[in-house]
């Protein structure tokens, strides 16, 4: 089992749209997740930081989380064509140290 | 506040050269880590330093080796070089204190290396 997982996609969905990214993980003990967003031949950016149970609101932007079922989430209102692009989930491993362990990503595909 | 600063861009290098690659963190920054990114095997770490010390370490050949100064500036170096060893190499700063924000890292534009 990989220790952090998201469905490659191409997950198309149309403009102003609620874009729906799924990732779990492996480590019960995690304590910290990421959402970073990757334009094609660019480096991945940081887009969102959760880490307790519930939701999370920037913007258009909502993050999930559920420790009990391993599993975050990643919510994008009103999509936009800027929008696409390849989402990374990372999860940071128990101790609060420096160890991020990245999905393969979820590439996002926002059709005008 | 600068950025993440990567050096440099690209790298055409020989396979059996070696090459090294430098990082530059957010200032206030004392973790560095180093990954891989590669279209098949997505973004694999490789290590990370914190006040000059090897703290983590992926599953990379030796080949594959690090270092950090006591500016919390990085280097990675790759002897040896494999034709698989072509991909872009990133690193990422973050405070790499305990406690949930110092561990937000930030990436660098990355390094672009070809092995041929």
């Known amino acids: 089992q990989k220790e952090v997982e998201q469905n490659s996609g191409p997950l198309s969905v149309p403009e102003g749209a609620i874009a729906s990214l799924n990732c779990t993980y492996s480590?019960?003990?995690?304590?910290?997740f990421f959402w970073y967003r990757q334009y094609s031949g660019k480096s991945p950016e940081l887009i969102m930081s959760?880490?307790?149970?519930g939701d999370k609101e920037d913007g258009r932007f909502t993050a999930q989380l559920n420790k009990a079922s391993q599993y975050v989430s990643l919510l994008i209102r009103d999509s936009q064509p800027s929008d696409s692009a390849t989402y990374l989930c990372?999860?940071?491993?128990?101790?609060?140290?420096?160890?991020?362990?990245f999905g393969t990503g979820t590439k996002l595909q926002v059709i005008p | 506040k600068a950025g993440v600063t990567q050096t440099p861009r690209y790298l055409i290098k020989t396979r059996g050269q070696q090459v090294t690659l430098s990082c530059s963190p957010i200032?206030?920054?004392?973790?560095v880590s180093w990954y891989q990114q590669t279209p098949g095997q997505g973004l694999q770490f490789l290590f990370e330093?914190?006040?000059?010390?090897?703290?983590n370490k992926g599953n990379f050949p030796g080949r594959f080796s690090g270092r950090q100064f006591s500016n919390s500036r990085s280097e990675m170096n790759v002897s040896t070089l494999e034709l698989g060893d072509s991909a872009l190499y990133l690193c990422?700063?973050?405070?790499?204190?305990?406690?949930?924000?110092?561990?937000?890292?930030?990436f660098g534009q990355g390094t672009r290396l070809t092995v041929v």
């Open positions: 480590d019960r003990g995690s304590q910290s």
């Open positions: 959760i880490y307790s149970n």
């Open positions: 330093y914190f006040s000059e010390t090897q703290r």
């Open positions: 200032s206030g920054h004392r973790s």
């Open positions: 990422a700063s973050s405070h790499g204190l305990k406690g949930q924000k110092n561990t937000e890292a930030f």
């Open positions: 990372a999860v940071n491993g128990p101790g609060g140290y420096q160890k991020v362990t």
